[in-house]
């Protein structure tokens, strides 16, 4: 069902679960509460509490004891529940695994790219919003060229006249991602920039300074989203083009 666009990574118990969340910069969590007897429904519920910023999708049974659990997490805000064997198709399955993941930071991004983003092939539009919405699927140009379907310097020479640049809105959507992490409880910098893919926090740090003037600390206690949102937008659009237009991010 996943194809080539998605990776899945699987936990069996809440410690596995702990990591996976601690190192990969995922963006969907599907759970089942009513796993192993429901043991580990208070784990699950700690970790969606823990991390508001990652959509959950519940996938479990339809039995009495996994509906009292499903009730529990709608509390945390968790709609999304598929049944086994009875919506679980797998073309709408997913289709909801790539529409939840939205943020509505990435949509307050792309609403600020809706001039040139209209400008650009629809392939194109596309893989740029695939981009904004689940971000860890792209690490460097050519992915997002494989996204578009097409060759590096044609993804280019179609963004060019549009004035956006293949690496620099693949690091806005990563520094879009660092927002929504710094401000998440006890969320740790060194952690962040391991899920971002940066080598150090002073990488991550001097980026997010260049591109909107704030310090990490000052974003994660300050800087309200629309204005993140904006300052990012801003530098994008006024980056100068890059001599060399197909070097990886």
């Not at 192993?36 to 996938?59: C, F, N, S, T």
């Not at 049974?61 to 968790?78: D, K, Q």
């Not at 909801?96 to 792309?110: D, F, G, K, N, S």
């Not at 693949?170 to 962040?192: D, F, H, M, Q, V």
Request: glycine share 4%; proline share 8%; net charge negative.
């Amino acid at each position: 069902m996943l194809g080539d666009a998605h990776t899945l990574d699987t936990a069996t118990d809440a410690a596995e679960l702990y990591s996976l969340l601690r190192d990969e910069a995922a963006d969907l969590l599907i759970v089942d509460p009513a796993m192993q007897e429901g043991r580990l429904a208070d784990a699950i519920e700690e970790m969606i509490a823990r991390h508001p910023a990652l959509p959950a999708v519940v996938y479990t049974t339809l039995a009495p004891s996994a509906m009292r659990l499903v009730v529990r997490l709608a509390r945390l805000g968790v709609y999304h529940v598929v049944l086994n064997r009875f919506d679980d198709e797998p073309r709408r399955f997913l289709d909801l695994i790539e529409r939840v993941p939205a943020h509505p930071m990435a949509e307050l991004m792309l609403q600020e790219l809706a001039t040139p983003l209209r400008a650009l092939p629809v392939v194109v539009a596309r893989a740029v919003e695939q981009l904004f919405r689940s971000p860890a699927r792209v690490k460097n140009s050519q992915e997002l060229a494989r996204l578009a379907g097409m060759a590096p310097r044609s993804l280019y020479r179609h963004m060019m006249p549009a004035g956006l640049q293949p690496r620099h809105l693949i690091i806005c959507a990563r520094l879009l991602r660092a927002y929504t992490l710094l401000r998440a409880p006890g969320s740790r910098l060194k952690e962040i920039t391991v899920k971002l893919g940066y080598s150090d926090p002073d990488t991550l740090s001097n980026l997010l300074h260049e591109w909107t003037g704030h310090a990490p600390k000052d974003i994660r206690r300050s800087v309200p989203s629309e204005v993140f949102v904006r300052l990012l937008a801003d530098h994008l659009r006024g980056a100068e083009p890059e001599e060399d237009a197909v070097e990886p991010v």
